[in-house]
């Protein structure tokens, strides 16, 4: 009995966990109807964090409607000038809160570009995307598979400006922001995209409402450039049993390049 408990206790927890990262899919197995419906009742009383990104959500769906969305510009044809222009964009509200443009990491001739959902608070500090200890969790697992922002990979995000308090990003921004991410992607040329995250892999592949768990595992394609998504090694951190998932993507991945 004591073990049986601990079980659906674990399971409450992990079902938390999932609904902090927006994962919709709840999978019960090996558990009895009453069992599982008791997990769903301590999933739902569980009072939201003062931080959580769920929470947050539905705060920015009640004022995102006030912020106009500009046409998408005109951007530069060169990597050089991109760069500057997005350095000085105001196209929305994160330029007001911001401390850096966050723009890009890597090398320019890149076999991957690795995209991201959005800056955080270490990224904001120093311009430099995936430096916190999720970035250095990404490096770690590139390196599996020979790749590194040194020599062959291109990294950064859909927002190139830190939300608030790392809350999710409103659909005004990545519409404002992802002009940006599509000229990087035309000028870097990569031989594969890697989108970690919900936010980059729904976005990329246009599945805007399935949950990334469907999304992954296969090779998807992004105006010609093949396209793996996977899970952000932030949310690893918080759910080690995902890495090797993860680690399945990176194998994909790997697959691609080899067979270019």
């Not at 739902?44 to 510009?73: F, H, Y």
């Not at 992954?216 to 105006?223: A, K, P």
Request: charged share 25%; aromatic share 6%.
């Amino acid at each position: 009995m004591t073990t049986r408990r601990s079980q659906t206790e674990e399971a409450a927890r992990l079902l938390q966990q999932r609904k902090e990262i927006n994962d919709q899919d709840f999978f019960l197995p090996h558990l009895t109807r009453e069992e599982a419906l008791r997990i769903v009742s301590t999933f739902r009383e569980q009072p939201p964090s003062s931080d959580s990104s769920s929470s947050v959500s539905r705060q920015d769906t009640a004022v995102q409607s006030e912020q106009p969305i500009l046409p998408s510009p005109e951007l530069p044809k060169s990597y050089k000038d991109l760069r500057n222009h997005a350095l000085a964009c105001t196209r929305c509200g994160l330029a007001e809160s911001r401390k850096s443009v966050v723009f890009s990491d890597g090398v320019e001739d890149a076999s991957v570009m690795v995209v991201g959902e959005a800056p955080g608070a270490n990224e904001d500090d120093t311009g430099i995307p995936f430096v916190g200890a999720a970035g250095k969790f990404l490096d770690l697992l590139l390196a599996t598979v020979d790749l590194s922002r040194e020599r062959n990979t291109y990294i950064c995000n859909v927002l190139k400006c830190r939300p608030p308090g790392n809350r999710d990003p409103r659909p005004n921004e990545i519409k404002s922001c992802s002009p940006f991410l599509t000229r990087q992607i035309q000028l870097i040329q990569p031989k594969a995209l890697l989108a970690v995250g919900s936010f980059a892999g729904r976005l990329l592949t246009g599945q805007e409402k399935t949950a990334l768990g469907r999304i992954r595992g296969e090779v998807h394609s992004y105006q010609g450039v093949p396209l793996i998504v996977t899970y952000h090694p932030a949310a690893l951190l918080r759910n080690p049993k995902w890495t090797f998932a993860l680690w399945e993507d990176l194998q994909l991945l790997r697959q691609v390049l080899n067979s270019g």
